[in-house]
């Protein structure tokens, strides 16, 4: 089973709107990343959370850590084109540090 | 944010020879580097920690004598493939931290095949 779930699988949004992705364990997600990649190319680092109830923003993506830290959200507002990717998060379930166990990712597209 | 640098970004190998990739921490000492694998709409796996100056350490069904990492210095990793076989191909990326508890970054990625 999947240690890391990214629900929805894939999306498809129109350009100017709003969307929410999530990644969810069972295990206690100690540090959690949020990458976006295009296909064939490297994981852009978009933000990191570690602290349970945190939230932090770049531009017009926000992202959040629930108070149980079993949880992330990732929220874009007013999505653009330029949105578009594979968003994969990522996180450490150990507490030691070390390596990351990604989720599969979602494929988001935005409609112009 | 840091910058990791991937070489080459594309390798078409024949099966029987052996393939390098370098990974390379461009603005930072990288005291741990990580080698993935990522099959098409699958999540990375992870292949194995590297740490400079000791050995790699492997998951559970990588093969060690296949898949050789050497982690010669704090900003430089090397997996090299070897006897490398069509099942072998796929986009392996790399890698780095500063440290614990630090944003991991990732270099571009290395699309292997193996004909």
């Known amino acids: 089973s999947q240690e890391l779930e990214q629900s929805p699988q894939s999306l498809i949004v129109q350009e100017g709107k709003n969307l929410t992705i999530n990644c969810t364990s069972s295990k206690t997600l100690y540090g959690l990343y949020w990458y976006k990649q295009k296909y064939g190319e490297g994981l852009i680092f978009l933000m990191m959370?570690?602290?349970?109830?945190e939230e932090k923003s770049h531009e017009k993506i926000t992202a959040k850590l629930d108070e149980k830290k079993q949880q992330s959200s990732l929220h874009i507002t007013a999505s653009q084109p330029s949105h578009a990717g594979i968003y994969l998060c990522?996180?450490?379930?150990?507490?030691?540090?070390?390596?990351?166990?990604f989720g599969k990712g979602i494929t988001l597209s935005v409609r112009p | 944010g840091a910058v990791v640098s991937q070489h080459p970004s594309r390798v078409i190998c024949k099966s029987g020879t052996s393939v390098k990739i370098e990974c390379r921490s461009l603005d930072f000492q990288a005291t741990t580097m990580f080698w993935y694998r990522q099959f098409p709409k699958k999540s990375l796996m992870l292949m194995a920690t590297s740490n400079e100056g000791s050995k790699a350490t492997y998951e559970q069904g990588v093969e060690k004598d296949k898949f050789l990492i050497n982690h010669a210095s704090l900003t430089l990793s090397t997996l090299t493939v070897t006897s490398a076989h069509p099942e072998d191909s796929s986009f392996y990326i790399c890698s780095a931290r500063r440290g614990g508890n630090t944003e991991a970054f990732f270099g571009q990625g290395t699309r292997l095949t193996v004909v």
């Open positions: 959370l570690q602290k349970g109830g």
């Open positions: 990522g996180a450490d379930l150990t507490g030691a540090n070390s390596k990351l166990t």
